[in-house]
């Protein structure tokens, strides 16, 4: 018979409290979405912060997720459920409340919710705290700010609360917090980088919470917590993995306590692993997807741990290929006690449910898994593992002897199971789509003569004498507000509502628009303004082949944003020009130069789930090609400028030094098969969506753009100071615009960005554009920022 879950977890209470004998831990997950199957939170969040739902109605939305998620996750069994994985914000945010670290500008708002959205979203006393990506993810956490003379204070309340509420509910979680290493290693110094003081230096004050924390969370009856360190799968400094390896010896001698699993993800955590087996937590959760189990095995002093071996990829939407998760599994008994299945990360990542998606392409739909169907996966993993139970023939305990062995019923359907899942996946290689053999030989084909253009002095020459620009050309990065009437109009398309032609009629009238706007304010180089595109990425995958879109794929950016990212399944490659007509529709309206305007490979892989079989390198170079052919299109249909968006090359980059040259040469390479096909006189234009260059600086010189627009207003031009030290040498467009900000900049304060920036590059190089697209601002503030631009540029440009 198979142990229910409250069988196994009264055995489990007996042995708990006795040293060494710690309740066994079933098949789990690391985390679970928390945004709403269909975004009831989204919706519930901004409807509170627009003052029309109280604290309570948002709540009640709150707790009902939660319990819904945790009867879902329930069949997993008590301590493999987590729990306080939910967050009104972020999980990064409910850590820095927990722990105290509220900086002084956002107390006394009216309620702590309230000073929470506070740190989380500003007000008008206050700046948030600063916003940036999850590791290599999509996800953003906000950054916790640790002063020097931080005080530290616990407020538990949230973990022990979410806790309780799910015991009432009768299933026993594991609260998931992130660990008080990763927590510092995130956090910035509150005084600035250049104070000297780092925030993990105060680590051993915070362990004295977490001791205090995990006292209480004994005392509520948790039988197991897991406390998330990601920080390690990036390089660390040896003081930093032996900082982690006391920090956890001194929780683990905590007298009364939960047995903790330390789950680490995104990759391997290298010589942390070794440490972290030398403390006596009981258990470690090990990336299998993005890090190595070859890498765990090496690792003797794991031999009296619980290995969480994460098989099932977390952040990716592709169905587990079961026997080779199962031989992982298989691969890792010899080197720990028990090896208990899980997700490679939280699934905080993908979607819900595959279920609901019935528009998707069956075929495609039967390689897929979402959050769902991948708790199914680590719990059909934990079962066949636990009954050695394989379904490769090869394996010495073969389906067949398994099904003979043990003539119940729940083994039978388990073989069933693990066949179907087998037989979908073994359609996959040759279905139709998955592979076009035109898109590979042409890939293969492409040589260095294929991302070579003229040197750039040559081009320059003539495109300036195409183009005929003024120096400081004026410009901007894409996209126009995008108003309530394009979002509405969007919708009734989908609905069935008003017709295609409806529809394009709507957006021809305010392509129109946008350029007698842009030629009124007396822009140089002129946009159409991108209102037909719902998202940069989505629009290109709902016309390149090998794309698949969800209905209900959502998954969380940030806070209240969610992105519903394409699936990248098949070989990619154009069948039909995709933006020559809206392009060449708004060159009619202008004898002023348009700018064509593309996403590019990178930044469409960064924001799709892409395919698992397939080397990335490749991936981008079909995606480079199918580019390519579009730039070829515009140039031909006259267009004289294309501008190439990859504001998602950083984010990209391995989280190791040592995995980044090879990913900025295939990134670069993409780029290049993009754009390398365009004439000397087709000026390419590219947008980097951030000043950080650091680890990229030299692959934007490696794209060999004619001109790079780049954020800088916040950071007051310093940004132009680093790229003239590295001899960058072409257009370069530093935004004087922030339009993260509503404020309209003055003319003089855009005149002094000026004024900075042709300090350090010759103004025969300098473009003046805002930092980023207008699409999320409105028109008035918009109309009177470009004015301003446009006065600044000619004012500056008279007194050279
Ligand atoms: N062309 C896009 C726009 O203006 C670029 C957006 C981006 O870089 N994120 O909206
Ligand atoms: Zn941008």
Not at 233 to 254: P, Q
Not at 504 to 512: K, L, N
Not at 748 to 765: G, T
């Amino acid at each position: 018979m198979q142990r229910t879950p409250e069988t196994s977890s009264t055995a489990a209470a007996a042995e708990v409290g006795r040293p060494g004998r710690r309740p066994p831990i079933g098949a789990t997950v690391l985390g679970y979405p928390r945004i709403g199957p269909r975004r009831e939170l989204k919706r519930a969040l901004e409807r509170h912060w627009r003052g029309r739902i109280d604290e309570a109605a948002l709540g009640a939305v709150g707790s009902g997720l939660r319990r819904a998620a945790w009867s879902r996750l329930s069949p997993l069994g008590a301590d493999a459920v987590p729990s306080n994985t939910f967050s009104y914000y972020d999980q990064m945010l409910d850590t820095a409340v927990m722990v105290g670290a509220v900086p002084d500008r956002f107390r006394g708002r009216r309620t702590p919710l309230a000073t929470y959205f506070a740190m989380a979203r500003g007000d008008d006393d206050a700046e948030p705290l600063e916003m940036t990506k999850w590791f290599d993810t999509n996800y953003h956490y906000l950054v916790p700010e640790i002063s020097a003379g931080q005080e530290f204070s616990l407020d538990p309340a949230k973990a022990l609360g979410e806790f309780t509420e799910a015991l009432e509910q009768g299933v026993r979680t594991r609260p998931v917090i992130i660990g008080p290493a990763t927590f510092l290693l995130l956090a910035k110094a509150a005084e600035g980088a250049a104070c000297g003081f780092r925030p993990f230096d105060r680590l051993d004050d915070l362990l004295g919470l977490y001791e205090v924390l995990l006292t209480r969370l004994a005392a509520a009856g948790a039988q197991w917590v897991q406390f998330d360190e990601p920080a390690f799968a990036a390089d660390r400094s040896d003081e930093e993995i032996a900082a982690l390896g006391t920090a956890y010896t001194r929780l683990a001698a905590v007298h009364h306590r939960p047995a903790i699993l330390v789950a680490t993800y995104f990759g391997g955590i290298g010589p942390a692993l070794p440490v972290l087996a030398g403390t006596p937590v009981e258990a470690i959760g090990v990336d299998c997807v993005a890090g190595s189990a070859a890498e765990v095995r090496a690792v003797p002093q794991l031999r009296d741990k619980t290995l969480v071996a994460g098989v099932v990829d977390g952040r990716n939407v592709w169905r587990t290929d079961l026997d080779a998760a199962l031989a992982t599994i298989e691969s890792l008994r010899d080197v720990a006690a028990a090896v208990v299945p899980s997700t490679s990360c939280s699934l905080l990542h993908v979607p819900y449910d595959l279920d609901v998606e019935e528009a998707l392409d069956p075929a495609v739909r039967r390689w897929l898994a979402f959050a769902e169907q991948k708790v199914e996966e680590v719990r059909l993993l934990g079962r066949a593992a636990t009954d050695q139970l394989s379904a490769s023939a090869e394996s010495p305990v073969g389906a067949r002897d398994a099904v003979a062995a043990g003539n119940d019923d729940g083994r039978a359907a388990m073989v069933a199971q693990l066949a179907s899942a087998r037989a979908a996946l073994a359609e996959r290689p040759a279905a139709p789509g998955v592979r076009v053999d035109a898109v590979r030989s042409r890939t293969a084909a492409a040589g260095q003569a294929e991302v070579t253009r003229t040197a750039y002095d040559v081009r320059a020459k003539a495109q300036a004498d195409r183009l005929g620009l003024p120096t400081l050309p004026t410009t901007t990065i894409g996209s126009f507000p995008q108003t309530d009437a394009l979002r509405v109009a969007r919708a009734e398309l989908r609905r069935g509502e008003i017709e295609e032609a409806q529809y394009d009629a709507a957006m021809r009238a305010e392509v129109e628009r946008v350029v007698r706007m842009q030629e009124a304010l007396g822009l140089d180089v002129l946009v159409h303004g991108e209102p037909e595109r719902n998202d940069m990425v989505q629009y290109f995958a709902e016309d390149l082949a090998g794309f698949a879109s969800t209905e209900l794929g959502w998954v969380q950016s940030y806070g209240s944003r969610c992105v519903r990212p394409p699936i990248l399944w098949g070989d990619v490659h154009r069948p039909a020009p995709m933006t020559v007509e809206w392009a060449t529709y708004a060159a009619s309206l202008t004898d002023r130069p348009m700018k064509g305007m593309l996403t590019g490979p990178v930044t469409i892989i960064a924001w799709s789930f892409v395919r698992d079989d397939l080397p990335l390198g490749e991936v981008a170079a079909q995606i480079g090609l199918a580019i390519r052919d579009e730039v070829r299109d515009l140039e031909a249909a006259g267009i004289p400028i294309v501008q190439v968006d990859e504001p998602a090359l950083r984010e990209l980059l391995p989280l190791r030094k040592a995995d980044q040259a090879a990913y900025l040469d295939w990134s670069v390479r993409a780029f290049r098969l993009a754009t390398a096909g365009a004439a000397d006189a087709t000026q390419i234009h590219t947008h980097l969506c951030y000043s950080e260059f650091g680890e990229v600086i030299d692959a934007i010189d490696g794209l060999d753009a004619d001109v790079t627009s780049i954020e800088a207003a916040r950071s007051r031009m310093e940004v132009l100071g680093d790229l003239h030290a590295r001899g960058f040498e072409r257009g370069i467009g530093p935004g004087v615009y922030d339009i993260h900000s509503p404020r309209v900049p003055p003319v003089q304060a855009i005149r002094s960005l000026l004024a900075a920036a042709v300090e350090s590059v010759p103004a025969d190089r300098l473009w003046v554009n805002p930092d980023c697209g207008l699409k999320t601002r409105g028109y008035a503030e918009v109309e009177a920022a470009l004015a301003n631009l446009v006065t600044a540029a000619r004012e500056t440009r008279a007194a050279l």
